[in-house]
């Protein structure tokens, strides 16, 4: 019975089965039939539209036609028609096929260039550069532009000739059109406009050379929000003709679809205005296809389908997608062009589904007529819409701060790895000083080829050349941004590491060069007077007449050695000391853990007759008087000057730091084994033991090098006699003798004195000794009170002002640090006042658990607009320390176990620092913490605050405000967070409050007189953007077999410089000091000068390299001791109180050269016939040839022939590098660069040829002095050689100024007031003149700059 139901059952099965079947074979058929009947009508469609365009295009339908027709009843593909162009009177879609290739982001640069480690990503740039290659060569139609030099160079340095004549012929072609075409998408926040230019122009330049290109297009797709700078330096002035970008805040992306303003005229220059305007435009998806137009093989979006014999058939369905899409698209967007951006992170690895998919479209869209869809790039979208005439919005500022959502605010990012961002800044400072002092020796020199492979592609080296290329990776937008992954981040300082090893040889060997007479530095081979007293002279009694002021120092030091301390190590016996029969060979070296208190050179011990030899390297062109600070071993040392003076020195205990963790990361940074202690000469690292930091007064020329000695200090080593015979070399300035008393070590001896029971803790006022005040003017000193009650808080700052006439000790300090109470000092004169403190807080960060927005790496979301106070002010928990010396006061403060502070002020400067150490934040109670310091004032800053852009213009910021459109405020704190690279400051009607930084960080004012910034962030969860991880930095020791390393967070330590000025000079911007002078006062310095004069010494510090020698040697070998730019100046001998020409005198004098010079700016030679390859070498290099040295001015000749006949009364000695320091000190003046003019680029290409980049840093009207035009004089700047010729190139140095296409010239919807109009004319007059100037040959070299301008030439010299 259930044996026949079942067969039943199964017959009925059986039937069913085959009826189903038969249906859906049915409808099956039916459908093929309809398919290819849809087919045939679709085609008709295509042929009946066709016939609307050009007989040429009609023919290549026809037969295109027949190549789709069915032959044998099957079907085939054919050539698909890709030819199209713009047409008018249609919607144009242009088709831009590019892979953004991030340097660096989930994997290493490497290993995204070889596509190992696919586990994080599937990536590999090498093989998307192959394909694409490949899949262009096949279609003359097709096109792709390339964007990051950093892996182009990569792949073209590993090609074979026959690839790279494909590749050369597709960029000829304009199939490879290189865009952008820097090193990498720089980040715009973290960056400084100096480095975003090194690195843009190291990938220009290569571009120019390899292929004769220029790019025309900045594509910035990627970065968390957009600068200033960006628009109007990197774009306008690197020759771009518009910037596009895919990032811009939520509100205002939405607005600007919505009101078609997606695309702008940006002017981003307050002082430039219409002289630096640049296209710019905000991509529609991102910088993606739309959805369901992506290609990638691991994509899910369809592909064109066109084979009617297989199954899903979709051409007319991705047609009407594409014109329903490209329809909506337009609806934002301004005239019948818009673009599509084909691509994706790390798309096209295999090209060839991009393209043929891309083909497809181009060839049924078109076929379709409705809109018109074309192979494109940037330019020739650009071009479209220049050509279409139309007005277009301005656009002022930039695009800060980012958020994609209501509470996804992008200002984490700015703060993001402190440590990192700290670093390329001190990579960049050194790689800038490298590079100068290898233009200035000379690479040949230097025992090195020439251009290195990172310019030049091969050949030549260069000591700065991995420095260089890391520097450049570094400025990508997930680097310095602090947004990749921990193991990438590991793998980008390991680069700069080890470009900074090389750099540091290199600037080392080139100061000794400096240093040393001959070029080789092998050997002190010196002819100066130095080296002639005879070998058997007592030191004790050398001969005037031939020896040097150092000399006879060391001899009187050595002879009191050897009395006073007989039987010491390293004493001089018997006053006698025969010279040395080797060459005295000295090895410098630098110290990268001295902000740790680490360098083994200078904490050797000097007890067994060791000298320290300190050289300071000046990469500034102008004269500097600044603090020298390193660590020492012990406090009984003194500091000599290169003339044998004795100058005054302090030295200071070293807090910051605990000594455990000084030492453990020490051994994180030597590995395990290594010993501080014993490396150090002491005991600086040991446990329980104290750091020590001498300071002392450093004056260095401009561009060169002067040398210091630090010596033992013997108990009866100092007498009465070397400190009067110091004192005469030194003006006749009586320079008290450190040491000799108990505050020399710079401890706070009335710390448990009187002080104690005042609640009242003053540091700063006039310097002790005088003619170290370290400013411009010297004529203002800033005081701080401190209150016990409150923990030792800071509560107060005053700006004293010196009365003309004053002494050092009234108003302000006296000669033995007596403190003047508040009333005290608040009845001197003074410049400026204010209330201030300092307060230390943490963010709670959102773990997103309440939303999905948690704060990570770059999202910075509190739970609360209120952080969480450290040591309220309340508190007497601090623990506190004072320290006082004739050069500076300091105050310690521990404002928490994990948060120590340093509070200095110089004697008398102007200014104040704070040292901090911040780490291992506490995470332990499962708080993400996010670190601030505030500095809270009195001034009524109503909501305004100033921040720079990029360290070049600052850009004032209102809280709680959009200038483009009515902000929406759901997050009061993050959403006020700006960018910082160099400052942030405010002000009220009569005082500037400036704080500036160390490295870029993010910062605000969230209250009235109030300054905020982010130093640290540790946070435990991730923000979902894609980096996966959450920024919870460690740092590890750990021996290799070892399971489980030791680590600790992360210590963050840095210095921000603050002060409190006058908002204007105080002469009203006189500048002769008339007025002052008649009240019997002084001129003090504004707020902006001390602004742009203290950024640029932050962002270019003296760099310090060490060298122990035996004093014996020393004293017997003499030597070269100082050194600056031969023959242009010699300052006075190093701690000389003569200033140099004083900044009134060099202004004017300037000023009425620049009346004579009538806006002359250079000269241009006759270019000479070379051959193809030479001429575009040649181009990029402006190899121009010909034309002789015009005369110099009879001055100049007059010193030049006083010269000659020096060096002809010194026995005809042979010429060289530098000279020694005694030679110098009776000729002219050293020339120095106006101080609002910087050096950024000084850079050898060629033996005999550099490139120069000079930057005006001021803006209109920011003072009414130093924001006039300034004048270099270039035959002066490099008066120890001739030069041949100069040509001025564009600012990425990839091609000549004059040669230059001009900008483009857009319409704006705002009518232009009649003060823009004449800015306008004024703008083009000042360029007609220049112009002039540059194809003059008649004049000196002299060039001059006006506010904000930057100015790039290559200078050949005679050889």
């Not at 539209?49 to 032959?71: A, G, I, L, M, P």
């Not at 480690?117 to 139609?141: F, K, R």
């Not at 009235?1008 to 930095?1033: K, S």
């Not at 050293?1230 to 003019?1237: C, G, I, N, Q, T």
Request: charged letters at 25%; proline letters at 5%; a negative charge.
């Amino acid at each position: 019975m259930e044996r026949s139901s079942r067969c039943a059952s199964r017959s009925r099965c059986r039937i069913l089965s085959f009826v189903l079947a038969a249906c859906i074979g049915f409808a099956a058929i039916a459908a093929v039939i309809a398919g290819k009947h849809e087919h045939r009508h679709y085609k008709q469609h295509e042929n009946h539209q066709q016939h609307r365009h050009h007989h040429r295009e009609r023919h290549h339908d026809h037969h295109d036609h027949h190549d789709h027709e069915h032959e044998g009843g099957g079907w085939r593909p054919g050539r698909y028609n890709t030819r199209a162009g713009p047409v008018e009177g249609k919607l144009n879609v242009h088709l831009v096929a590019h892979s953004h290739d991030d340097v660096g982001w989930l994997k290493t640069v490497d290993q995204y260039y070889v596509g190992s480690n696919n586990s994080i990503q599937v990536a590999a740039v090498q093989y998307i550069l192959d394909t694409v290659v490949e899949q262009l060569s096949l279609d003359p139609n097709r096109k792709f532009i390339q964007v990051e030099q950093g892996f182009f160079q990569r792949w073209w340095r590993r090609q074979p000739k026959d690839v790279r004549r494909v590749v050369r012929r597709l960029v000829k072609n304009g199939q490879l059109e290189f865009t952008n075409g820097g090193w990498c998408m720089h980040d715009e926040a973290a960056t400084h406009y100096a480095d975003m230019v090194h690195q843009m122009s190291l990938g220009l330049r290569l571009i120019r050379r390899q292929f004769g290109q220029v790019p025309r297009i900045a594509w910035q797709i990627d970065p968390f929000g957009h600068s200033a700078v960006q628009g109007y330096l990197i774009s306008a002035l690197g020759g771009f003709d518009a910037v596009f970008f895919a990032r811009a805040d939520y509100e205002d992306s939405e607005a600007r679809y919505r009101e078609r303003t997606a695309e702008f005229v940006w002017r981003g220059s307050e002082t430039l205005k219409q002289q630096a305007e640049v296209f710019g435009g905000r991509l529609y998806v991102h910088y993606l296809p739309p959805d369901s137009f992506r290609y990638d093989t691991n994509n899910w979006d369809p592909p064109v389908q066109d084979d009617p014999e297989l199954y899903d058939y979709n051409v007319q369905e991705r047609v009407d997608k594409f014109v329903e899409t490209a329809l909506k698209q337009a609806e934002s967007y301004r005239t019948n062009h818009i673009m599509w951006t084909m691509g994706d992170d790390f798309a096209y690895s295999n090209a060839i589904t991009w393209f043929r998919n891309m083909d497809k479209l181009i060839h049924y869209v078109n076929r379709d007529g409705r809109v018109n869809a074309l192979y494109s790039t940037p330019s020739i979208y650009v071009d479209a819409k220049h050509h279409a005439n139309e007005s277009w919005p301005l656009k002022t500022g930039d695009f800060f701060p980012y958020a994609d959502c209501p509470h996804c605010y992008w200002t984490g990012h700015f703060s993001s790895r402190p440590a990192f961002k700290r670093y390329v800044r001190t990579c960049s400072a050194l790689l800038l000083a490298a590079q100068q002092v290898e233009a200035l020796v000379g690479r040949s020199r230097l025992g090195r080829g020439g251009e290195g492979a990172a310019v030049a592609g091969e050949g030549r080296e260069s000591g700065a050349e991995e420095l260089e290329e890391a520097m450049a990776v570094a400025q990508h937008h997930d680097s310095v941004s602090g947004t990749a992954k921990q193991h990438v981040n590991d793998d980008y300082t390991l680069r700069l590491y080890r470009g900074a090893v090389k750099a540091s040889s290199l600037l080392t060997e080139a100061i000794r060069c400096m240093i040393y007479r001959q070029s080789e530095a092998d050997t002190w081979q010196s002819q100066s007077p130095l080296r002639q007293m005879p070998s058997s002279q007592p030191l004790s009694s050398p001969s005037p007449a031939t020896t040097s002021p150092l000399m006879r120092a060391l001899g009187k030091r050595g002879a009191a050695a050897a009395a006073g301390a007989a039987g010491a190590a390293g004493a001089v016996g018997g006053g006698q000391a025969a010279r040395s029969s080797r060459s005295l060979k000295l090895s410098f070296e630098m110290c990268p853990l001295s902000n740790i208190s680490f360098c083994p050179p200078s904490q050797t011990d000097l007890q067994d007759g060791k000298v320290l030899v300190v050289a300071v390297y000046n990469p500034l062109a102008w004269a500097r008087k600044e603090i020298v600070r390193f660590p020492v071993s012990t406090a009984d040392v003194e500091v000599m000057n290169a003339s044998g003076a004795i100058i005054p020195s302090q030295v200071l205990p070293d807090t910051l730091l605990l000594p455990t963790t000084r030492s453990f990361l020490i051994q994180a940074y030597d590995g395990p084994d290594a010993e501080p202690d014993a490396a150090a000469g002491a005991e600086p690292g040991g446990a329980g033991s104290e750091a020590l930091s001498l300071v002392f007064w450093a004056d260095a020329p401009p561009l060169g090098v002067a040398s210091f000695f630090v010596l033992y200090k013997y108990p009866e080593g100092r007498t009465e006699e070397r400190v009067k015979e110091g004192a005469e070399q030194e003006g006749g300035v009586d320079r008290r003798v450190l040491g000799d008393e108990p505050e020399a070590v710079g401890q706070d001896n009335g710390m448990h004195g009187g002080e104690e029971e005042e609640d009242e803790i003053v540091i700063g006022g006039w310097a002790e000794v005088e003619g170290r005040e370290g400013s411009s003017s010297g004529s203002s000193a800033l005081t701080l009170s401190f209150s016990r009650a409150q923990g030792g808080r800071m509560t107060r700052a005053v700006l004293l002002k010196r009365e003309q006439g004053q002494g050092e000790a009234e108003g302000g300090m006296g000669a033995r640090g007596e403190v003047p109470s508040a009333k005290a000092a608040a009845a001197a004169a003074a410049a400026a006042a204010a209330d201030v403190s300092i307060e230390w807080a943490w963010y709670n960060a959102s773990d997103g658990k309440a939303s999905r927005e948690a704060s990570g790496a770059y999202i910075f979301r509190p739970t609360s607009p209120d952080p969480v106070p450290i040591n309220p002010p309340n508190s007497t928990a601090s623990s506190l320390q004072v320290v006082r010396g004739p050069l500076v006061d300091e105050v310690h403060r521990q404002v928490a176990p994990w948060i120590k502070e340093i509070v200095r002020v110089y004697k008398g400067t102007n200014y104040a620092e704070m040292e901090y150490a911040v780490g291992p934040v506490p995470v332990d109670d499962g708080f993400g913490k996010e670190v601030v310091v505030r500095l809270s004032s009195s001034l009524a800053s109503n909501a305004t605050f100033f921040t720079d852009s990029n360290g070049r213009d600052f850009i004032q910021r209102t809280r709680n405000f959009r200038a483009d459109w009515n902000l929406t405020v759901t997050e009061p704190t993050a959403g006020n967070y700006y960018p910082v690279n160099s400052g942030i400051y405010l002000h009220d009607k009569a005082t500037d409050l400036s704080v500036l930084v160390d490295r870029a960080t993010g910062a605000s004012s969230l209250n009235d007189g109030q300054l905020e910034l982010m130093l640290h962030r540790r946070l435990l969860h991730d923000d979902h953007r894609g980096v996966a991880e959450a920024l919870n930095e460690r740092v590890c020791v750990g021996r290799r077999g070892e399971q489980q390393p030791q680590c600790m967070g992360l210590v963050v330590a840095g210095t921000l410089r603050f002060g409190l000025h006058p908002h204007t000079r105080s002469d009203g911007g006189v500048g002769s000091g008339e007025v002052e002078e008649a009240r019997g006062e002084e001129v003090v310095e504004a707020a902006a000068e001390w602004r742009r004069g203290n950024i640029q010494r932050i962002f270019s510090p003296l760099q310090v390299a060490f060298a122990v020698e035996n004093e014996e040697a020393l004293a017997a070998e003499g030597g070269r001791y100082t050194w600056h730019i031969p023959g242009t100046q010699d300052s006075k001998p190093v701690g000389s109180t003569e200033s140099m020409e004083s900044r009134e005198t060099r202004e004017s004098r300037e000023s009425v050269l620049s009346m004579q010079l009538s806006g002359k700016g250079g000269r241009v030679m006759k270019e000479e016939s070379s051959s193809e390859e030479e001429r575009r070498e040649e181009e990029m290099e402006d190899e121009e040839g010909g034309g002789a040295e015009e005369d110099k001015e009879e001055t100049e000749q007059e010193e030049q022939q006083e010269e000659e006949e020096a060096e002809e009364a010194e026995g005809g000695r042979e010429g060289g590098v530098a000279d020694s320091f005694e030679e110098r000190t009776s000729k002219r003046p050293a020339y120095e660069l106006p101080r609002s003019v910087a050096i950024i680029t000084l850079q050898e290409l060629h033996e005999y040829k550099v490139l120069l980049r000079l930057a005006h840093l001021y803006e209109a009207e920011e003072d009414p002095l130093l924001s006039q035009p300034a004048l270099v004089n270039l035959d002066r700047l490099f008066a120890h050689q001739e030069i041949e010729k100069v040509t001025e190139l564009s600012l990425m140095a990839n091609q000549k100024l004059l040669k230059m296409r001009p900008p483009m010239k857009w319409r704006t919807e705002q009518l232009a007031s009649k003060s823009e109009v004449h800015e306008d004319v004024n703008a083009a007059n000042k360029e007609v003149r220049r112009m002039q100037a540059l194809n003059s040959t008649e004049g000196p070299f002299i060039v001059e700059l006006g506010p904000m301008e930057i100015r790039t030439f290559a200078i050949q010299f005679d050889d």
